[in-house]
C-alpha cells in the first residue's frame, strides 16, 4: 500500500524568509512524487514531480523540492516567500510497482504575511 | 484552450436522487480521474481511467460509478447520493502516467450537497 504524509496543518512564515513545506511517502518500489497547490477560488495547479534523476527538481513559480530515498521524504522549499504563496498545498505519490492509483495527502496550508 | 471543464459548479440534491457530474477535457488526454476533497482528509482518488472502456477503482468508490466510452469524457455518476458524499469534487486529466510528460490538469470543482 502506498500513503504519503504531510506532518504540519499550516505554515506560517514572513514574506522574503524560506518556506518549507514537508512531505513523507510510503511505497513498496519507487516513488512518483508530486507538489501541486490550490490557490483560494482556484483550481488545483500542477507544481513540479520527481520521477526520477536529479534529487533536486525545479518546478513552477520558483519552488523546488528535494527527494531524499533514506529519509523517505520530498519537502517542497522556497527561497524567498512571497504573499501570493499563500495557499493550500498538496503532496502525492505513486508507486512505481503498484497500479495507477495516485495518493494525495491531507494538505499544507501556507500562510505567508507581509 | 486546453482544458478539463467539469458542471455543474454547484449542485443541491436530496437523498438518493441519481444524478451525473460531468468531465470533458480537450488535450486528448489517455488518463482521467475523479477525487474529492474534504477538509483534513485531502483528496482522495475515487475512480481512474487510463483509457477508452480502462475504468478501475481509486481508495474510495463506494456509491459512485463511472464510465469512459469516449476518450474525452469521464463523467461520474451517483446512483442514490447520501449525505455523506456532501464533498468538493475534482475531475482531472493526464496525457499519460509513468513517462516524464505525467501531469495532473485539475477542472475548476463541483460543489455538492446531498440533503
Same mark, same amino acid.
Given at each position: 500500500? &502506498?500513503?504519503v504524509? &504531510?506532518?504540519?496543518?499550516?505554515?506560517?512564515?514572513?514574506?522574503?524568509?524560506p518556506l518549507t513545506v514537508k512531505c513523507t511517502y510510503?511505497v513498496?518500489g519507487n516513488p512518483y512524487l508530486f507538489w501541486y497547490v490550490?490557490?483560494?477560488?482556484?483550481?488545483? &495547479?500542477f507544481l513540479l514531480k520527481y520521477i526520477t534523476g536529479d534529487n533536486l527538481v525545479k518546478g513552477s513559480y520558483g519552488f523546488e523540492a528535494e527527494f531524499n530515498k533514506s529519509q523517505t521524504s520530498f519537502h517542497l522549499k522556497k527561497p524567498?516567500?512571497? #504573499?501570493?504563496?499563500?495557499?493550500?498545498y498538496?503532496c502525492a505519490v505513486r508507486d512505481e510497482?503498484?497500479? =495507477?492509483? /495516485?495518493?494525495?495527502?491531507?494538505?499544507?496550508?501556507?500562510?505567508?504575511?507581509? | 484552450?486546453?482544458?478539463?471543464?467539469? !458542471?455543474?459548479? =454547484? /449542485?443541491?440534491? #436530496?437523498?438518493?436522487?441519481?444524478?451525473?457530474?460531468?468531465?470533458?477535457?480537450?488535450?486528448?488526454?489517455?488518463?482521467?480521474?475523479?477525487?474529492?476533497?474534504?477538509?483534513?482528509?485531502?483528496?482522495?482518488?475515487?475512480?481512474?481511467?487510463? !483509457?477508452?472502456?480502462?475504468?478501475?477503482?481509486?481508495?474510495?468508490?463506494?456509491?459512485?460509478?463511472?464510465?469512459?466510452?469516449?476518450?474525452?469524457?469521464?463523467?461520474?455518476? /451517483?446512483?442514490?447520493?447520501?449525505?455523506?458524499?456532501?464533498?468538493?469534487?475534482?475531475?482531472?486529466?493526464?496525457?499519460?502516467v509513468g513517462a516524464s510528460n505525467e501531469k495532473?490538469?485539475?477542472?475548476?470543482?463541483?460543489?455538492?450537497? #446531498?440533503?
Amino acid at each position: 500500500a &502506498q500513503s504519503v504524509a &504531510q506532518p504540519e496543518d499550516q505554515v506560517n512564515v514572513a514574506e522574503g524568509n524560506p518556506l518549507t513545506v514537508k512531505c513523507t511517502y510510503s511505497v513498496s518500489g519507487n516513488p512518483y512524487l508530486f507538489w501541486y497547490v490550490q490557490y483560494p477560488n482556484r483550481g488545483l &495547479q500542477f507544481l513540479l514531480k520527481y520521477i526520477t534523476g536529479d534529487n533536486l527538481v525545479k518546478g513552477s513559480y520558483g519552488f523546488e523540492a528535494e527527494f531524499n530515498k533514506s529519509q523517505t521524504s520530498f519537502h517542497l522549499k522556497k527561497p524567498s516567500a512571497l #504573499v501570493s504563496d499563500s495557499a493550500l498545498y498538496f503532496c502525492a505519490v505513486r508507486d512505481e510497482w503498484g497500479d =495507477y492509483k /495516485l495518493s494525495f495527502g491531507a494538505g499544507t496550508t501556507v500562510t505567508v504575511r507581509a | 484552450e486546453a482544458q478539463v471543464t467539469q !458542471n455543474p459548479r =454547484y /449542485l443541491i440534491t #436530496v437523498t438518493g436522487k441519481k444524478l451525473t457530474v460531468t468531465c470533458s477535457q480537450n488535450m486528448n488526454h489517455e488518463y482521467m480521474s475523479w477525487y474529492r476533497q474534504d477538509p483534513g482528509l485531502g483528496l482522495r482518488q475515487i475512480y481512474y481511467s487510463m !483509457n477508452v472502456e480502462v475504468t478501475d477503482k481509486g481508495d474510495v468508490p463506494e456509491g459512485y460509478k463511472v464510465s469512459r466510452k469516449e476518450k474525452r469524457n469521464f463523467p461520474l455518476i /451517483l446512483e442514490s447520493p447520501s449525505p455523506n458524499q456532501t464533498s468538493l469534487y475534482f475531475c482531472a486529466s493526464s496525457l499519460s502516467v509513468g513517462a516524464s510528460n505525467e501531469k495532473l490538469f485539475f477542472g475548476s470543482g463541483t460543489q455538492l450537497s #446531498v440533503l
